[in-house]
């Protein structure tokens, strides 16, 4: 249970490390005074007492479906590698801004659930090496 606790907290802080790095918009609003709250509101603003929290859901991808400079487009196989390597991918992210994590020239749907795929095979191996050796 102390592994997994410290993991997460490692987890959310590179998450926090990742959404505040150079080329992230972070904006603290002061609340606006005639709403509730905790309540959304219609610009997608949460307000909880002293911030205001911007929440919204990701925009289209305007190269779903479009072949990269190779002639390429991701799908379902690709998306799984994405996946599986995706922790190396960050950690190199944050070396070299040129590499990203995810292909944006994607089939769609079929490279998203690949790419779920293969993160989730990353934490089932973490899982699994973890488990064997509290025994």
Known sequence: MKKLSIFVLISVLLGLLVSCGPDSIVQVNTPVANTQSGTPVPNGQINIPGVSIQVY???PNPQVNKADAHARVAGIL???????ISPVTLVMSFIN???????????GNQYDLGFLIGVAIVFIILGALLGSSRR
Do not use: F, S, T
Request: charged share 15%; aromatic share 10%; no cysteine.
């Open 57 to 59: 859901a990701p925009g």
């Open 78 to 84: 690709l998306g799984i590698w994405h996946g599986v």
């Open 97 to 107: 801004p040129k590499v990203q994590m995810y292909e944006v020239h994607n089939d």
